[in-house]
């Protein structure tokens, strides 16, 4: 079936069988159809719904838009296309088939305004190419439906092994466990402890399941990563490990948990050299190659590369492109996010939602966001032990279960995690 044979079919059946108009609207663009008439068709169906109509009324249409019947290609035209179709019985596999010609199209002129895209601006342009991708990939599969019993009950089957596992029984406990395709934000001010917590959560979950981790790292270096965790595996202050402070015994330990950590194949660390979403794109893709990626983790949201005019609208679309790549990827996002200076105004600063930078977004895209706060940081007791320092784990937004406060033990010197 040509394309124009196509689109006449489909406004046909709108025509014969007026309760279709619904669908008609939510799954195509007036932009899908090539033929004017066919496009100003498209208007009119949305007149005539907001409109309230019921039937495709000759009659009421032109008595209430005298000239929409003559821009649609007139009586004798729409009469043409009503007599063609007169069984509707293909309506959605013509609307797939038109929606998939019509990615087609989009795809072309993208290829032909290339040299236009990427002319000012490489990463700008990628970035805009990546955006567009995503966009139509969801839109081509916008109207597959799902059986929902059978989707319910093989999640229900596979529950425990879709749990991401991020090694604190007692949030979890709280919390209940992330699953791939979710996004979880987790929030702190400056040396609170964000990335050593991260860290925990990546060495636990590569060592308990049988799928890669990625870390994207836009503040440190690899290396410098990689010793926190050695640091952290070993038990040996990271301060020592960075002045060389070392006996022999303490040498070995690190030396033989490097080789162990460095030989694991589910881990992956990238640092600067990683800096905006496509390229995020990119590198979990070639990750997947190796193995399916089950989680990934970004430090931080805010210094990820964007387009907007102003940090809102471009952290805004970070966080929606985290979101949608932990749907793509099928895998869970952990991004850690700064908080806004507005924390060390008040008297009790422990974090709300409102002080995650640029919150809005973020707020609604995530479906876990975690606080992480020390009442030490701000009172410098000299009698609390930093090795066990009472660290909060606030769970402030929870989409799928319960919100509250689990508080760990931090090992500020090591970077360790413990319960209390």
């Not at 109509?53 to 729409?78: E, L, Q, R, S």
């Not at 709300?352 to 975690?370: C, F, K, N, P, T």
Request: some cysteine.
């Amino acid at each position: 079936m040509d394309r124009d044979t196509l689109e006449r079919a489909i406004l046909g059946d709108v025509m014969v069988k007026f309760e279709l108009a619904d669908k008609f609207l939510a799954l195509l663009k007036e932009s899908d159809f090539s033929d004017t008439r066919h496009k100003y068709f498209y208007k009119l169906v949305e007149k005539l719904v907001q409109h309230n109509f019921t039937t495709f009324d000759f009659t009421n249409i032109v008595a209430t838009w005298p000239k929409a019947i003559d821009a649609c290609g007139g009586f004798d035209y729409i009469a043409e296309i009503m007599e063609e179709n007169i069984t509707c019985a293909n309506f959605d596999s013509n609307v797939k088939a038109l929606t998939k010609l019509s990615i087609i199209d989009t795809i072309k002129r993208l290829s032909t305004n290339a040299d236009k895209l990427f002319k000012d601006d490489f990463d700008n342009g990628l970035a805009f190419v990546e955006s567009k991708i995503t966009e139509l990939t969801d839109r081509a599969y916008k109207n597959e439906s799902v059986n929902l019993y059978q989707s319910f009950k093989d999640s229900m089957s596979n529950q425990k092994q879709t749990n991401i596992n991020l090694g604190f029984e007692s949030l979890h406990n709280v919390m209940g466990y992330p699953h791939p395709g979710e996004l979880l934000i987790i929030g702190a001010r400056p040396g609170m402890g964000k990335t050593a917590f991260a860290l925990a959560a990546l060495f636990n979950y590569i060592c308990t399941e049988n799928k890669r981790a990625v870390m994207f790292s836009l503040e440190m270096s690899g290396s410098e990563l990689f010793s926190r965790m050695i640091s952290s595996i070993s038990g040996i202050p990271l301060q020592e490990v960075r002045a060389g402070n070392l006996n022999d015994e303490m040498k070995k330990c690190l030396d033989d948990n490097a080789k162990e950590l460095a030989s694991n194949k589910y881990l992956s660390l990238y640092d600067k050299t990683v800096s905006n979403i496509p390229s995020l794109r990119a590198a979990i893709r070639k990750e997947n190659k190796k193995g399916e990626v089950g989680l990934v983790i970004v430090d931080y949201l805010q210094l990820i590369s964007g387009t907007g005019n102003n940090n809102y609208e471009k952290v805004s679309e970070i966080s929606r492109q985290l979101k949608l790549i932990a749907r793509e990827f099928n895998c869970c996002v952990i991004a850690l996010s700064q908080l806004s200076r507005k924390v060390e105004e008040r008297a009790d600063k422990r974090p709300q939602l409102a002080d995650l930078r640029e919150s809005g977004a973020i707020e609604q895209d995530a479906d876990y966001v975690l606080f992480l706060y020390r009442h030490n940081y701000y009172e410098k007791d000299p009698s609390v032990d930093p090795t066990k320092e009472p660290l909060n784990v606030e769970i402030a937004k929870n989409r799928h279960g319960k919100t509250g406060t689990v508080q760990l033990l931090f090992d500020l010197t090591t970077g360790r995690f413990g319960g209390k």
